[in-house]
């Protein structure tokens, strides 16, 4: 208790219809930011919405969380949850 952690991840949940805000890591974001590996995943909840061939913009919102949400003092290897 009390110590940086040196490696975190954390499940956040991309609603249907809704697009992803990255709100959900925002409350650890002063954790994320004093350093080490944070690995967040995005899961998909209620169906494919936005994260098909032929309509991504559900994907293009988990990607645009990243650069917005985080700094470069942290290292953040993000992968999709099944």
Request: net charge positive.
């Given at each position: 208790?009390?110590?940086?952690?040196?490696?975190?991840?954390?499940?956040?949940?991309?609603?249907?219809?809704?697009?992803?805000?990255?709100?959900?890591?925002?409350?650890?974001?002063?954790?994320?930011?004093?350093?080490g590996v944070f690995q967040?995943?995005?899961?998909?909840t209620g169906g494919w919405?936005?994260?098909?061939?032929?309509?991504?913009?559900?994907?293009?919102?988990?990607?645009?969380?990243?650069?917005?949400?985080?700094?470069?003092?942290?290292?953040?290897?993000?992968?999709?949850?099944?």
């Open positions: 208790m009390g110590q940086k952690t040196s490696a975190q991840g954390w499940y956040a949940q991309a609603q249907s219809g809704t697009l992803f805000d990255g709100s959900q890591f925002k409350w650890r974001k002063d954790q994320i930011l004093s350093g967040p995943a995005v899961m998909p919405w936005g994260l098909k061939y032929e309509d991504n913009q559900q994907a293009v919102a988990i990607c645009n969380v990243r650069p917005a949400s985080l700094s470069s003092r942290s290292l953040s290897l993000a992968r999709a949850a099944h």
